[in-house]
């Protein structure tokens, strides 16, 4: 049984970096072609697709938001790990982290994250 | 970036309806697409992937066609249930994209 959860902090201020981890159980990123993405969603708004990350570490982000994201991952620890930096009140959202295979198949709960001083 | 653009916004149906939402990309995806239903509070659920590819355990009154730069979504006969919103991904491009959404509403 696949399962992922998102854990991090649920306020940050403007222009601090947010750090959210995923944990995830029931597959490995050893495997071929599994990967880990992150989605977010404003509230009352659309989802956005942020960053992808493969077992062999390829590494996709959005284009509008590269230049502030970075995803990494432990395979050890089934962990992956998205840092978004120079937070502004815009980037208020829940922040989903999902099994990408087929592409999202499995996602975790989904973390509020609000940004305010 | 690939833009995935939804119609309509929001709909109306009634339980027993026939439903369809569209799906259009600003370019060629082949059938790289999935479909997706949420309901408030809840992660997204996967419905339908490679276009018309019905995620296991979905009702059969859900399926998808097309390919290319148009797809469509259609629930044969609407239940409760599926007053939701649904939005489409591509997943064809170096970078994935959604659809803005389609609210189905009761009537």
């Known amino acids: 049984q696949i399962t992922l959860k998102e854990s991090g902090p649920t306020l940050v201020k403007p222009t601090q970096t947010l750090t959210l981890t995923c944990t995830f159980s029931g597959f490995s990123l050893y495997t071929s072609g599994v990967a880990v993405g992150w989605i977010r969603q404003p509230p009352g708004k659309a989802l956005e697709w942020l960053a992808l990350i493969y077992w062999d570490d390829d590494k996709r982000y959005s284009p509008s938001l590269k230049n502030r994201l970075t995803v990494t991952k432990d395979t050890s620890q089934n962990q992956v790990v998205l840092t978004m930096t120079n937070m502004d009140p815009v980037d208020t959202a829940t922040y989903y982290c999902?099994?990408?295979?087929?592409?999202?198949?499995?996602w975790g709960q989904g973390t509020l994250v609000t940004v305010s001083s | 970036d690939i833009q995935m653009t939804q119609s309509p916004s929001t709909l109306s149906a009634s339980v027993g309806d026939r439903v369809t939402i569209t799906c259009r990309a600003s370019?060629?995806?082949?059938?790289?697409l999935a479909w997706y239903q949420q309901t408030p509070g809840k992660a997204p659920k996967l419905l339908i992937y490679?276009?018309?590819t019905l995620e296991i355990g979905v009702p059969s009154r859900f399926s998808g066609s097309g390919s290319e730069t148009e797809f469509t979504l259609t629930i044969s006969s609407l239940q409760p249930d599926d007053f939701a919103t649904y939005y489409c991904q591509q997943y064809n491009s170096y970078s994935w994209t959604f659809g803005q959404g389609t609210k189905v509403e009761i009537k």
């Open positions: 999902a099994h990408g295979l087929v592409p999202f198949d499995f």
């Open positions: 370019q060629s995806i082949s059938s790289w």
């Open positions: 490679k276009a018309s």
